[in-house]
């Protein structure tokens, strides 16, 4: 079993910065590929971004490519989420999850075990 818990979430302005944590418990934290997800109010949650569980490869979606990224410290088990230039469509709950062995995926169902979320507002 893991537990995620996310956290860095706030009110900004828009064009300013946040980081997001993603803590984890458990020894194996190095095997998962974490993903990350937000789901702003009357919509379906959406993929954001994922790493690898080696660390390598990480994909965004195309709304975040340039102003997000993802990067992981295996060592303190937490995954992070740098957002630049944020937009007040940026606006939503953001989720992280984990894969175990995985690579990186889009799909919500890849990821077995999901944090409660932490919230993300940008204002205009």
């Known amino acids: 079993q893991v537990q995620l818990v996310e956290s860095g979430g706030g009110l900004v302005q828009a064009g300013g910065s946040l980081r997001l944590s993603c803590a984890a418990s458990?020894?194996?934290?190095?095997?998962?590929?974490m993903g990350w997800f937000r789901q702003a109010p009357r919509k379906e949650r959406e993929f954001v971004g994922a790493?690898?569980?080696?660390?390598?490869?990480?994909y965004y979606a195309d709304s975040v490519k340039g102003r997000f990224t993802i990067s992981r410290d295996n060592a303190k088990n937490t995954v992070y989420l740098q957002m630049d230039s944020l937009k007040p469509e940026d606006t939503a709950v953001y989720y992280c999850?984990?894969?175990?062995w995985g690579s990186g995926s889009l799909e919500q169902d890849e990821y077995d075990y999901w944090g409660r979320g932490t919230q993300v507002t940008v204002s205009s």
């Open positions: 999850a984990a894969d175990p």
């Open positions: 790493i690898s569980w080696g660390g390598g490869p990480t």
């Open positions: 458990g020894r194996t934290f190095s095997s998962y590929a």
